[in-house]
Nanobody, 122 residues
Framework: QVQLVESGGGLVQAGGSLRLSCAAS????????MGWFRQAPGKEREFVSA?????VYADSVKGRFTISRDDAKDTVHLQMNSLKPEDTAVYYC??????????????????WGQGTQVTVSS
């Protein structure tokens, strides 16, 4: 059974940093594309970043966020710098089979974590 567990969320002032982690179990992380999505209150879930052998970022986070993976530890990270109030959301990690390649649509990912709250105060 696939399980993804996010951690590292919290409250931070604008301009600050947070590092999110997603620990995977029940699957070999090396066989999956890992993605991060976020959902703010009243808004649809939106793509943030994904990593395969390469990476892709939403324009809104490019240059501020960095995704990385440690397949040996079955963990993926999202380093978030220069945070803005508009980054406030619940952040989710997601997984899809690696052979399918990178994707930015949430419907492309069959496995999801429960989410971690990130709040950026102004």
């Amino acid at each position: 059974q696939v399980q993804l567990v996010e951690s590292g969320g919290g409250l931070v002032q604008a301009g600050g940093s947070l590092r999110l982690s997603c620990a995977a179990s029940g699957l070999p992380l090396s066989s999956y594309v890992m993605g991060w999505f976020r959902q703010a209150p009243g808004k649809e879930r939106e793509f943030v970043s994904a990593i395969n052998w390469n990476t892709v970022y939403a324009d809104s986070v490019k240059g501020r966020f960095t995704i990385s993976r440690d397949d040996a530890k079955d963990t993926v990270h999202l380093q978030m710098n220069s945070l803005k109030p508009e980054d406030t959301a619940v952040y989710y990690c997601a997984a899809r089979p690696r052979w399918q390649g990178l994707a930015s649509k949430s419907s492309a990912y069959p496995h999801w974590g429960q989410g971690t709250q990130v709040t950026v105060s102004s």
